[in-house]
């Protein structure tokens, strides 16, 4: 393929030549490192400035990030330094004055950051090193790719209006979301979820590319330097391995089993972890997360089902309700009881209106995340948890192998929680009745009361 236009000063690769051209509106380029893959989002926002009107951005994380030598905005320079390109420093950006086209570099730290950007439009914009970006500053950054109509009459094209041909170009170009990256990052897991695991499609690509696909790299030089990188950073960089993760150091995904046949348990519970922030604009939110776990009759533990969801409290209560009916009455629940009025209030709530007619209490466990998440990790580290496959598994074993460095730990809290409730292999299980909010006969009704003043499930 020979270049693109007269500001990209080099022939594209084979791979980036595939991403250039690939019509789909969104597209992940890279994999592992030294593919090309700023080149590539440099290209790309640079195939049409020869378009009027025409706009393109690329994002680095924060504004440092775009001004270190050999950066974007520093490889920009390099490139359309002597031609036609004007520089615009106070919006950084270069403006080709012919054709009002302009490409310009922005940051989002935070995701608020976003909000700087809340009344532009653009026709490209790429986010360099994705997996440094949360999920929603990249969903919400579609808001941002469309395309202008004719400021004169705000309709569609007209032969006879000449404005009209001022924008008549943009409408024969096809908007592009791209995303360059290496696996890692606080984004792996989204966008591994999204690119990787959820496969190509009309809209969305995934192009990988390894230090093998750019021959303007010193391969060998650059394969010794990332051999001095610990194992895990070395697979995702120099394989391009989505699967290699740095691991918390409690959990071993390989020390979990697998069996579609669980043995018959003595006692089970389903235990709910309640996402503590509310779902809204400018947040990565928690889930809320379920896990359903028995015992059998020699202490070995069995989770049979993971089920977890994002959405207001009048959907989350209905999400819980649905998996209780589905469960049965028979398992037992317990509810993670947040400190204070408003925990107290919650737990009372489930007991009177969502899960009434159900074996239901909220428990207000105590002590550090990673201090309560020991005994269940030391269980499975010596081969006592088996795990019944269904599509929550992978999500399932990546959080707690993540776990504590990971992004989110609700699947981890809420097994562990499980476990504390399934410590005492004897059956009935037994929990404090003080952990019951509710009428005492109630709860007396449900569940039972021993001699010693505990509710029995």
Known sequence: MPKLNRYIPHVPTAKQTAGLLARNLEALYGGAAGGGKSDWLLMGALQNVDVRNYRAILFRKTFTD?????????????????????????????????????VG????ATDADVYRYQSSQFQFIGLDELTQFTEWQFRYMFSRLRRPRCPEHKQEFSKTCSTCHDYFGLSKIPLKMRGASNPGGIGHDWVKHRFIIEGPSQDRIFIPANIKD?????????????MQLDPVTRRQLLDGDWSARSLGGMFRREKFKLNQTLPRFTAEVRYWDLAATAVKLGKDPDYTVGVRMGITAEGLIGITDVRRMRGTPFEVEKFIRATAETDTAD????????????????IDHYAREVLRGFKFIGYRPTGKKEVRAGPFASYAEAGYVTLKPGDWTFDYLDELEAFPDGSHDDQVDASSGAFEQLSVVETPIYLRSDYYVGDADDAEALFGNDDNGEIRL
Do not use: K
């Open 66 to 102: 775009l001004v270190l030598p050999d950066s974007l905005m520093d490889r920009a320079r390099q490139w359309l330094s002597g031609t036609d390109a004007v520089w615009v420093g106070d919006e950084h950006c270069w403006h080709w004055p012919q054709t009002n086209a302009t």
């Open 105 to 108: 570099f922005g940051y989002l």
């Open 214 to 226: 750019n021959p303007f790299l010193d391969e060998v030089e650059y394969t010794n330097s990332l």
């Open 331 to 346: 398992i037992p629940i317990v509810m993670e009881q947040e400190s204070g009025a408003s925990g107290v209030n919650t």
